[in-house]
């Protein structure tokens, strides 16, 4: 009987542990303004994906110095190479289709969110 209660015991232990090992992990989330500056690309061509908005915006603070009130710095897309990750982890993330809209149209201050998973990285976007 001692024997069955402590193997239910550490059984449940494991789980909870492997339960807790499994949880998403927040890197980082950051404020940034969406301005008309983030709309375009560096060949002044308007981005139509919310992915693209988010990538030039951090390319904007990071490589090219343009911060706008409301541009908090991160660190996670200081790196180019996270940049160039960033349509991979908003599929794989959340914006809902009023928040993108919101954020291709600009003049909004969004709230970014930067998750590691199992599944791998990904982001969840809010607008204010």
């Known amino acids: 009987m001692r024997t069955g209660i402590f193997?239910?015991?550490f059984a449940a232990m494991l789980a909870a542990s492997a339960g807790a090992a499994k949880a998403d992990e927040l890197i980082e989330s950051?404020?940034?303004?969406?301005?008309?500056d983030d709309l375009y690309n560096?060949?002044?061509e308007r981005l139509t994906?919310?992915?693209q908005v988010i990538r030039q915006d951090r390319a904007n603070v990071h490589r090219f110095g343009v911060r706008q009130p409301g541009d908090d710095l991160d660190g996670f897309f200081a790196s180019p190479r996270n940049r160039e990750l960033a349509e991979r982890?908003?599929?794989s993330g959340q914006i809902n289709g009023q928040a993108?809209?919101?954020l291709l149209n600009g003049d909004v201050?969004?709230?970014v969110e930067i998750w590691r998973g199992g599944g791998g990285d990904?982001?969840?976007i809010s607008v204010d």
């Open 7 to 9: 193997a239910a015991a």
């Open 30 to 36: 950051y404020g940034a303004y969406i301005g008309q």
């Open 42 to 44: 560096s060949s002044n």
């Open 49 to 51: 994906q919310p992915w």
């Open 89 to 91: 982890m908003i599929r």
């Open 100 to 102: 993108a809209r919101r």
């Open 109 to 111: 201050q969004i709230h």
């Open 122 to 124: 990904y982001i969840n």
